[in-house]
Structures are given as structure tokens and as C-alpha cells.
């Protein structure tokens, strides 16, 4: 009786060539794997062309640094943090918001928004209640399109826009908020829908964390009880993934990292520990790379040159993703704005009891575009978020063609030996 068996019909040089065939398939699918999970991480640039005081200050510098994942619930996040302790000046010379005594509104990002009537007197000018806009600017940095996330200066009508959408839910729905989501706040005194908003950092089922503009006139993290009745919902945007790519709440400790200096002044010393003699002082809002973690919350970086540690308890983590260059969708900053709908709107801070009105425009005042634009002087191709990817798909094809060509002219060879 004849027993057929494949493995008999195969020579030693076939099993040989079916090894290698394997090996150079498994070395291509790693290829592909590690390109397709880095090459949508990329850095954040501008989508405006931002004024000069602020092209000059460390937070233009931040917002050029800041690495970015790709995902916009986690990007606004990190845009939003990139910023703190940007303080609101009180003329445009000081849209470089490193000054700590401002109190006059005028920010690079009513800057992006456009000039408004923030008094009711007829004057239009950058200097009004800027949280809203705050939070419109982080998201256009971001990346975030504005069939997404729209652009208001106004909370009333953002809680609206959302409404509207069927994306707001109250305090008391029982929803828990996301990374990325927009929280809505109201004081007791006021007779509006909503007087100031922030940006979910991440909440740990008990409180909610925040990053939030012109809060005590600049912008800083804050955290509240989820019951807290100063919050009165959340809006929700239609972003693309349910989860956040980054973890902010940082449930494994520190980790390494982009990460901001949130204190007056932070020792870069020499050792892990207060005892160490401090090389030198690291301002407030400054960002810096976390390359290894100790215990106790120290953290190695390297600052002008300066290697040393630091204590990552004065500091809030930004980002734990590569970096790429991306280009956002561009705008230009509109210079006087026509005010259509009169609404005085309150922003108050939680941290003190400031009253600042505001008149404010029509919805959705910038363009708009839900398209990346190429950029002035340059391909449109080339610096398509996307063209990490085109690089990848050719590589990989060209990989794959070019060992499926080596393989037949192997086989064909041998084929030709054993006639």
C-alpha cells in the first residue's frame, strides 16, 4: 500500500527555501508593525501664523516640542498642558504670557479668535474672557477638525453646539468624563447656561482633573469632586477613538516623558534628593524630557546642556509619545470681527471670584475648512501627516516584491539544475 505524504515529495532544498520564505515574511510583517505604530505620532505646529510676541516666548517653543500621538483626545490634552502658566497680559506686546501681573485678557489665543467688544462699549479689542477660546485653540493646534470640535468664545453656546449634537451630558446623569471631554461650569450667582469651561484631563471615578484658561488670569490644572455642583456637565466631541492614547492619571507612577515645570522655580540637581547641590533653576512652564524615573518621584533630564534631576512632584506630565511633524489645518488670526449676536457672558475662575463680561460673536467665527492645508512654499504631499505612512506602504511593497523576485529566480535556477 502506497502512503502519500507531502513531506516526502519535498527535497531538503525546497524545506530550505520554505525556512527562508518564513523568515523573510516574518521580517517584513515586524517592519510594517513597528512603521504603522509610530507614524501617526507627530509634533504639534502652529495653524496660524501667531504673532510675534509669542512667536518669542517659551510657550511658542513648548507648543513647536510638544509630542503628539495622533489621537485628539489626547492631543488637546497635551496642547492644553504644553501652556501652563502662560498668565493674560494687558496689551498685544504681552501675548508672550510670561509676565505674572497682567489682569487686561489679552492673550495669544483671543489673538487666533479675533478682536471682540469685551465691554459693551463699542470698542473692539483682544481683551475679553478668554477661556472658551482658550480651549478652540487648543483644539485647533491639536488637530482636532471642526466638524469635530467646533470654535466658540462663548460657553453658553458651546453647551448649545453641544446640545444640539446630542454630545452634553449634566453632572447628574451619572456620566463619567473622558480625556479630551469639555467641562462646563456655572456659579450660583449667575443667570447663564455656563460662565466658564476647561478640558478633561482624566477623571479616577471620584474627581475630575482639568487643564483650564484664565483661571486666576492664566492657565493651570485644577481638580474638582465629581459631584461638585459648580460643574454642570460635560460636552462630548465626536473624536475617533473611545480611549486616550496617553494615561495621564499615570497609574504605574511616573514614567519618562515630556513634562512642564508647574512652580515658580524647580532645583535641576545634582543627584536624586534635596541634598545634592542644585545646578541650576528651571522656570515655571517649562517643558523638559524625562529620560529615566527614580524612586521618590525624581526624574533625569537634561537642561541647557545641564545633565541632573529633578522632582517630578512640581511638574505635570504633557506627553509619553515619539514625535513626528504634523501640519494642522491653517487659519489666519481675524482682525476685527464683527459682533452679530450680543451676549455678556460671565468667565469666572474657580480659584477666586472674577467677574470679567464679554460680547460675543456669532458661532463658529473661523473658517471653516475640515481640511489640512499644504502650507505656503511647500508640497502639500510632502508634508501630509499621512506621507510617513505613503513611505511605509512603498517600503513594504517594494520589501515584499523584491524578495518575491528572489525567491522564483531561486527556484526557476534550481528547476533548471535538476532537468
Same mark, same amino acid.
Request: net charge neutral; aromatic share 12%; hydrophobic share 30%.
Given at each position: 500500500?502506497?502512503?502519500?505524504?507531502?513531506?516526502?515529495?519535498?527535497?531538503?532544498?525546497?524545506?530550505?527555501?520554505?525556512?527562508?520564505?518564513?523568515?523573510?515574511?516574518?521580517?517584513?510583517?515586524?517592519?510594517?508593525?513597528?512603521?504603522?505604530?509610530?507614524?501617526?505620532?507627530?509634533?504639534?505646529?502652529?495653524?496660524?501664523?501667531?504673532?510675534?510676541?509669542?512667536?518669542?516666548?517659551?510657550?511658542?517653543?513648548?507648543?513647536?516640542?510638544?509630542?503628539?500621538? $495622533?489621537?485628539?483626545?489626547?492631543?488637546?490634552?497635551?496642547?492644553?498642558?504644553?501652556?501652563?502658566?502662560?498668565?493674560?497680559?494687558?496689551?498685544?506686546?504681552q501675548?508672550?504670557?510670561?509676565?505674572?501681573?497682567?489682569?487686561?485678557?489679552?492673550?495669544?489665543?483671543?489673538?487666533?479668535? $479675533?478682536?471682540?467688544?469685551?465691554?459693551?462699549?463699542?470698542?473692539?479689542?483682544?481683551?475679553?474672557?478668554?477661556? &472658551?477660546?482658550?480651549?478652540?485653540?487648543? &483644539?485647533?493646534?491639536?488637530?482636532v477638525?471642526?466638524?469635530?470640535?467646533?470654535?466658540?468664545?462663548?460657553?453658553?453656546?458651546?453647551?448649545?453646539?453641544?446640545r444640539?449634537?446630542?454630545?452634553?451630558?449634566?453632572?447628574?446623569?451619572?456620566?463619567?468624563?473622558?480625556?479630551?471631554?469639555?467641562?462646563f461650569?456655572?456659579?450660583?450667582?449667575?443667570q447663564?447656561?455656563?460662565?466658564?469651561?476647561?478640558?478633561?484631563?482624566?477623571?479616577?471615578g471620584?474627581?475630575?482633573?482639568? *487643564?483650564?484658561?484664565?483661571?486666576?488670569?492664566?492657565?493651570?490644572?485644577?481638580?474638582?469632586?465629581?459631584?461638585?455642583?459648580?460643574?454642570?456637565?460635560?460636552?462630548?466631541?465626536?473624536?475617533?477613538?473611545?480611549?486616550?492614547?496617553?494615561?495621564?492619571?499615570?497609574p504605574?507612577?511616573?514614567?519618562?516623558?515630556?513634562?512642564?515645570?508647574?512652580?515658580?522655580?524647580?532645583?535641576?540637581?545634582?543627584? *536624586?534628593?534635596?541634598?545634592?547641590?542644585?545646578?541650576?533653576?528651571?522656570?515655571l512652564?517649562?517643558?523638559?524630557?524625562?529620560?529615566?524615573?527614580?524612586?521618590?518621584?525624581?526624574?533625569?533630564?537634561?537642561?541647557?546642556?545641564?545633565?541632573?534631576?529633578?522632582?517630578?512632584?512640581?511638574?505635570?506630565?504633557v506627553?509619553?509619545?515619539?514625535?513626528?511633524?504634523?501640519?494642522?489645518?491653517?487659519?489666519?488670526p481675524?482682525?476685527?470681527?464683527?459682533?452679530?449676536?450680543?451676549?455678556?457672558?460671565?468667565?469666572?475662575?474657580?480659584a477666586?471670584?472674577?467677574?470679567?463680561?464679554?460680547?460675543?460673536?456669532?458661532?463658529?467665527?473661523?473658517?471653516?475648512?475640515?481640511?489640512?492645508?499644504?502650507? &505656503?512654499?511647500?508640497?502639500?504631499?510632502?508634508?501630509?501627516?499621512?506621507?510617513?505612512?505613503?513611505?511605509?506602504?512603498?517600503?513594504?511593497?517594494?520589501l515584499?516584491?523584491?524578495?518575491?523576485?528572489?525567491?522564483?529566480?531561486?527556484?526557476?535556477?534550481?528547476?533548471?539544475?535538476?532537468?
Amino acid at each position: 500500500m502506497v502512503i502519500s505524504d507531502s513531506r516526502r515529495k519535498t527535497t531538503p532544498s525546497a524545506r530550505k527555501m520554505l525556512r527562508l520564505t518564513k523568515i523573510f515574511t516574518a521580517l517584513v510583517l515586524a517592519v510594517i508593525s513597528v512603521i504603522t505604530q509610530t507614524v501617526f505620532i507627530y509634533s504639534a505646529s502652529p495653524s496660524y501664523n501667531v504673532s510675534s510676541y509669542y512667536k518669542n516666548s517659551v510657550y511658542y517653543q513648548n507648543l513647536l516640542s510638544v509630542d503628539l500621538s $495622533g489621537d485628539n483626545r489626547s492631543d488637546i490634552v497635551t496642547v492644553a498642558l504644553s501652556q501652563i502658566g502662560y498668565h493674560e497680559g494687558n496689551s498685544t506686546s504681552q501675548f508672550h504670557g510670561t509676565n505674572r501681573s497682567g489682569t487686561g485678557n489679552f492673550t495669544e489665543f483671543n489673538y487666533l479668535f $479675533g478682536k471682540l467688544d469685551g465691554n459693551g462699549d463699542g470698542s473692539v479689542e483682544y481683551g475679553y474672557a478668554w477661556c &472658551a477660546a482658550f480651549v478652540s485653540w487648543c &483644539a485647533r493646534q491639536a488637530g482636532v477638525k471642526k466638524s469635530v470640535l467646533a470654535s466658540y468664545a462663548s460657553c453658553t453656546l458651546w453647551v448649545d453646539y453641544f446640545r444640539q449634537r446630542q454630545q452634553y451630558f449634566s453632572r447628574t446623569s451619572g456620566y463619567v468624563p473622558k480625556t479630551g471631554d469639555i467641562i462646563f461650569f456655572r456659579q450660583p450667582t449667575t443667570q447663564r447656561t455656563s460662565d466658564h469651561v476647561g478640558i478633561v484631563i482624566y477623571s479616577d471615578g471620584k474627581n475630575v482633573y482639568t *487643564i483650564e484658561g484664565n483661571t486666576s488670569n492664566q492657565v493651570k490644572r485644577q481638580s474638582y469632586k465629581l459631584n461638585d455642583t459648580y460643574i454642570i456637565g460635560y460636552g462630548v466631541p465626536s473624536y475617533e477613538t473611545a480611549e486616550p492614547y496617553t494615561d495621564f492619571s499615570l497609574p504605574s507612577g511616573y514614567t519618562s516623558g515630556q513634562y512642564i515645570v508647574t512652580t515658580g522655580s524647580l532645583n535641576l540637581r545634582s543627584g *536624586i534628593g534635596t541634598a545634592y547641590a542644585s545646578l541650576a533653576r528651571i522656570p515655571l512652564g517649562s517643558l523638559v524630557t524625562v529620560t529615566k524615573v527614580s524612586s521618590g518621584g525624581w526624574g533625569k533630564i537634561t537642561y541647557e546642556g545641564i545633565e541632573g534631576w529633578i522632582s517630578l512632584n512640581y511638574t505635570s506630565i504633557v506627553s509619553t509619545s515619539p514625535k513626528y511633524t504634523f501640519v494642522p489645518e491653517t487659519q489666519t488670526p481675524t482682525e476685527t470681527e464683527s459682533v452679530t449676536e450680543s451676549e455678556s457672558v460671565i468667565e469666572s475662575s474657580p480659584a477666586e471670584d472674577e467677574s470679567e463680561s464679554v460680547l460675543l460673536p456669532s458661532p463658529d467665527i473661523l473658517p471653516d475648512s475640515t481640511e489640512f492645508d499644504p502650507g &505656503a512654499g511647500s508640497s502639500g504631499f510632502f508634508k501630509s501627516p499621512r506621507f510617513p505612512l505613503y513611505i511605509a506602504i512603498v517600503a513594504s511593497v517594494g520589501l515584499l516584491a523584491s524578495g518575491s523576485a528572489f525567491f522564483v529566480i531561486k527556484k526557476r535556477q534550481r528547476a533548471k539544475k535538476n532537468k
